[in-house]
Structure formats: structure tokens, C-alpha cells
């Protein structure tokens, strides 16, 4: 999908239904425990290495014990969890009623309910004060003018930091996408879309947020970058 045909609308409908169904599956079975293929093992695991890395970003903010973390697209809800057992006030919101049930249930599970809200809501609707905010794998989801949009409004729900994850632009990849599917059949996602340093540089600009730390994280069929956009 280009860019100047992007229909805020269209686009989140078609999220919802995606990880209602088909993608309910595939996620929840890459982010439990469930025996996974070679492939989507890699995406497991780096997955597993990115929230260590963010996680430590978070703790290094320094924020007091009880502060509050929106987790913006918290599928089934492995940060908002790990947030919680820290004593983090979490607010877990996503599109998806499935991802928002199972992350609620894993939550009981684990003796954490009582520290995370859990709200089926989307990232261009949700509001409130938080002291940070995180959003991963979520982004990667949005064109170029739509993540422009999207970051606007998680922006303006702190005065602190967005952590957050998105697909850089890279020609290889690109190619491979042109040439039609990177993964086997089987194996592929929804399309990732990739932003390009200067379109990152105007969508951070718009909202007068600057870049504190950037890192790729690669490993095997996972590549994303994380970063930490802040206020201050
Ligand atoms: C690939 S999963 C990542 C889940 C979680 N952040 C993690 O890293 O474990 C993407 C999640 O984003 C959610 N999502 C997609 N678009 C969204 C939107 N506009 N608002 C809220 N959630 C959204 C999906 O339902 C899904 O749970």
C-alpha cells in the first residue's frame, strides 16, 4: 500500500480482523510455548532479545516504583506482565479482543491482574497521562503516512519516553518483498511496511520528540529497530 493511498480507516479494519483471526494464531503461538518451526523460532527468540534490550532502556529511565507505562499493541501480553511482576501501573491496550482475553488471562495466571488495566482500544484512540509509553512490533504494521499519525497521538501521552519498535527501510528487503515473499508460504505475515531515516526524522519531528538511543536488533528471520524517542 503507497503512502498517499492510506486509509486510516481501512487500515486499522483490517488489523483487527487479522488479529482476530489468522494472526491471533501465528502470534500467539510465536510469543507461548508452543513447538515452532526454524523460521518462526528465530522470531521468537528475537523477539525475546529485543524486550530484554527495551526493558533495560525502561529501567534506565529511572522512573520511581508505581509509575505508570502505557503498552500500546500488547498482543498477549509478555511486557505488560514483566512490567506488572516489576511493580510498573500498566495500561495493556489492543485492537484485537483476542489478544486483550488471552493477555488478561496469562495476567491471572501469573498473580499480576491487579497492576494492569487491560482495554480493547487502538493506538489512534487511546488517551490519558502515562510516564512512558512502549509499543512494540506494532508500528511495523503502518505505512509511512499512517505511522506519522499513529506516533503523533502515543506522543502526546507522556512527557517522557516512547520505546518502540519499527522496520527500517532496507533495499534488500525491499527487493525481496517486490519479488514477492520473503518467508515460504506458510510462514508469511502481514506485509512489513519500512520507514525511511528522513520519513523517521519528520514523524519525530512533528511532535518535537528527539532521539535518545537506536539499535537494530537481528536475529535469523527477525530484524527490527528499537529505539527510544523522548521529550526531554
Ligand atoms: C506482532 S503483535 C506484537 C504484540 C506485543 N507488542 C509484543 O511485542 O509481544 C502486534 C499487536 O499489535 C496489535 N495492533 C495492531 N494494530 C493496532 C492498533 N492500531 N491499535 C492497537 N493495537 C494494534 C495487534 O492486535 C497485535 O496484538
New binding site residues.
Given amino acids: 500500500m503507497s503512502s498517499s493511498s492510506f486509509n486510516a480507516e481501512e487500515?486499522?479494519k483490517m488489523?483487527?480482523s487479522?488479529?482476530?483471526g489468522q494472526?491471533?494464531q501465528r502470534?500467539a503461538s510465536i510469543?507461548g510455548d508452543d513447538k515452532l518451526s526454524s523460521i518462526r523460532n528465530t522470531v521468537r527468540q528475537g523477539?525475546a532479545v529485543?524486550?530484554d534490550k527495551a526493558f533495560d532502556w525502561l529501567q534506565q529511565l529511572g522512573l520511581p516504583k508505581g509509575a505508570t507505562v502505557l503498552?500500546?499493541?500488547?498482543?498477549?501480553?509478555?511486557?505488560s506482565i514483566r512490567l506488572a511482576k516489576e511493580g510498573y501501573k500498566v495500561t495493556a491496550?489492543?485492537?484485537?479482543s483476542?489478544?486483550v482475553d488471552k493477555a488478561k488471562a496469562e495476567a491471572t495466571k501469573q498473580g499480576v491482574q491487579d497492576n494492569i488495566t487491560f482495554e480493547v482500544?487502538?493506538?489512534?484512540?487511546?488517551r490519558g497521562t502515562y510516564d512512558a509509553v512502549?509499543?512494540?512490533?506494532?508500528l511495523?504494521?503502518?505505512p509511512a503516512e499512517g505511522f506519522s499519525q499513529?506516533f503523533r497521538n502515543l506522543a502526546s501521552l507522556t512527557k517522557g519516553s516512547v520505546i518502540f519498535?519499527y522496520a527500517p527501510y532496507n533495499k534488500l528487503l525491499a527487493l525481496m518483498h517486490w519479488v514477492g515473499g520473503y518467508f515460504p508460504k506458510k510462514e508469511r505475515?502481514t506485509t512489513i511496511q519500512m520507514i525511511r531515516d528522513e520519513e523517521m526524522q519528520t514523524a519525530m519531528k512533528k511532535t518535537g520528540m528527539q532521539v535518545k538511543s537506536r539499535e537494530k536488533i537481528s536475529f535469523g528471520f527477525y530484524h527490527t529497530m528499537l529505539m527510544n524517542a523522548s521529550h526531554k
Avoid: P
Fill in positions: 487500515h486499522k488489523l483487527r487479522y488479529f482476530n494472526g491471533f502470534w510469543y523477539h529485543m524486550m503498552d500500546a499493541g500488547c498482543g498477549t501480553g509478555l511486557f491496550v489492543d485492537i484485537a483476542q489478544m482500544n487502538t493506538l489512534e484512540s487511546v512502549v509499543c512494540f512490533d506494532v511495523i504494521h503502518y499513529v519498535t505475515r
